[in-house]
């Protein structure tokens, strides 16, 4: 099955209005990375979380570890939102070893005016 | 910001060719990665290195072959290409800075591959 499960795996969002993007991890997740994909295919960082709550502009992402989820909160969507959203996580804390991310299917997002 | 480059953006090879994807990046990242991009998977990991002359196997190394011979470059190489290998190639380099278990990824632009 998904270690890393999206949803939705798609959305369409009216310009101006909010919405939640969500990963739940079968997998012990110990940081999450959020990442958009835009339309000409570039991979943008958004952010790194070890578990809490960060906030950039319009985005906010929070991972709570405990109950193996994460989500990415997009306010006042504008046009540019539009693209594929990934999360990844990675497991375990193995000392001096290298983990590795698990990336999920991502959530295709337009935003329309 | 990170730069990491890879070339070429495109590539169409033959059946049963050989494909060099190079990737450079100039931040001094310890750690790179090759990951693949499909519909329907999200992206998988290939191959990745530590370091100046280290290769290790990701998930799916079946049929790619990995070579980092100094910090900045890291180069993935199908000797055999095959249809199935048609993809689009991300590679990424770590900030390890908080620890090589907790590191920031950034990524190419991708190089998008056609075996035909």
């Known amino acids: 099955g998904d270690k890393v499960k999206q949803s939705p795996s798609a959305l369409s969002l009216q310009e101006g209005t909010n919405s939640a993007l969500r990963c739940n991890f079968s997998?012990?997740?110990?940081?999450v990375q959020w990442f958009l994909q835009n339309p000409r295919g570039s991979l943008i960082n958004l952010f790194y979380l070890v578990p809490g709550t960060k906030e950039n502009g319009r985005l906010k992402s929070t991972f709570n570890s405990k109950e193996s989820y994460s989500t990415l909160h997009i306010r006042d969507a504008q046009l540019e939102d539009s693209g594929t959203y990934f999360c990844?996580?990675?497991?375990?804390?193995?000392?001096?070893?290298?983990?590795?991310?698990?990336f999920g299917a991502g959530t295709r997002l337009a935003v329309c005016p | 910001e990170a730069a990491v480059t890879q070339s070429p953006r495109n590539k169409v090879a033959v059946t049963g060719g050989k494909v060099t994807l190079s990737c450079n990046q100039t931040n001094n990242h310890n750690n790179m990665y090759w990951y693949r991009q499909d519909t329907g998977h999200g992206l998988r990991l290939i191959h990745y290195?530590?370091?100046?002359?280290?290769?290790e196997k990701g998930d799916i190394p079946d049929g790619y072959k990995a070579s980092r011979p100094s910090q900045e470059n890291f180069s993935l190489i199908l000797e055999l290409a095959t249809p199935s290998q048609t993809s689009v190639y991300f590679c990424?380099?770590?900030?390890?800075?908080?620890?090589?278990?907790?590191?920031?990824?950034?990524f190419g632009h991708g190089t998008k591959l056609s075996v035909l």
């Open positions: 997998i012990a997740a110990t940081t």
């Open positions: 990424a380099s770590g900030d390890a800075s908080q620890g090589i278990s907790n590191e920031r990824l950034f």
């Open positions: 990844a996580a990675e497991a375990g804390m193995l000392s001096g070893s290298f983990n590795k991310l698990t």
């Open positions: 290195s530590y370091g100046a002359g280290s290769t």
